[in-house]
């Protein structure tokens, strides 16, 4: 399977800031990233597809104004909470898919990158 | 759109036997069924999953079931140990939602020694 980073893996910051989080693909081109939210002892909700040299698709209800995906390249695809506030606060993780390997449906996830605000 | 269910939320197992962990799905076009297994402060890990064109698939102990008319899956661990403590997501797709994984709820496994 692919091999996935996020950076960071934690970052706390203070309401009102913008936090920046990276997603690579670390060992094939990855035409489709992921991103997913996670709140503590829930489950994984899709944020936004996102696909490389494109705009992103948000799912119904995530505000893409505050929500900012770039997938400028095929290994990086960056997300960043503007003006965040501790609504926000939770965990943040990407994936990759779109098979590369020949398995289109497969998704290969990172680390996750744990968001707190104060 | 597509919606998963999971069962059961919690449970709890003495080393050595079984578990067992089931979900329902409700697109039957879906085609693809994949579990996830997420440890503390990680991000989830693909153990096995299966396709629509076949009923059971096994990797050592680890089993995955696939009834599609009734339009559910299951994942078998065998001789569980305290490693496999953890939670486990099922998943399913479908092709034709730009491959688009939509998680059940999670199962939260402990595994006593």
């Known amino acids: 399977g692919a091999v996935v980073s996020q950076h960071p893996s934690w970052v706390i910051c203070k309401s009102g800031t913008s936090v920046k989080i990276e997603c690579r693909s670390l060992?094939?081109?990855?035409?489709?990233m992921f991103w997913y939210r996670q709140f503590p002892k829930q489950s994984l909700m899709l944020m936004a597809t996102?696909?490389?040299?494109?705009?992103?698709?948000?799912e119904q209800g995530v505000e893409k104004d505050k929500f900012l995906i770039n997938h400028a390249s095929l290994t990086l695809s960056t997300l960043t909470v503007t003006s965040a506030h501790p609504e926000d606060s939770s965990f943040y993780i990407c994936s990759v898919g779109g098979g590369g390997w020949g398995r289109p449906d497969e998704q290969f996830f990172g680390p996750g990158t744990r968001l707190t605000v104060l | 759109g597509e919606n998963v269910e999971q069962h059961p939320s919690t449970l709890s197992v003495q080393e050595g036997d079984s578990a067992v962990i089931k979900c329902t799905y409700s697109d039957s076009a879906s085609n693809y069924f994949p579990w996830y297994k997420q440890e503390l402060g990680k991000g989830p890990q693909l153990i096995i999953d299966?396709?629509?064109?076949?009923g059971e698939k096994k990797d050592q102990r680890i089993a995955v079931t696939l009834n599609k008319t009734a339009k559910h899956f299951s994942l078998h661990i065998t001789e569980t140990q305290p490693e496999d403590s953890a939670v486990y997501f099922c998943a399913a797709t479908f092709n034709n939602a730009g491959n688009m994984l939509t998680f059940g709820g999670g199962t939260r496994l402990m595994v006593k020694p």
């Open positions: 996102s696909n490389e040299g494109s705009k992103a698709t948000y």
């Open positions: 299966i396709r629509s064109n076949v």
């Open positions: 060992d094939f081109q990855a035409t489709t």
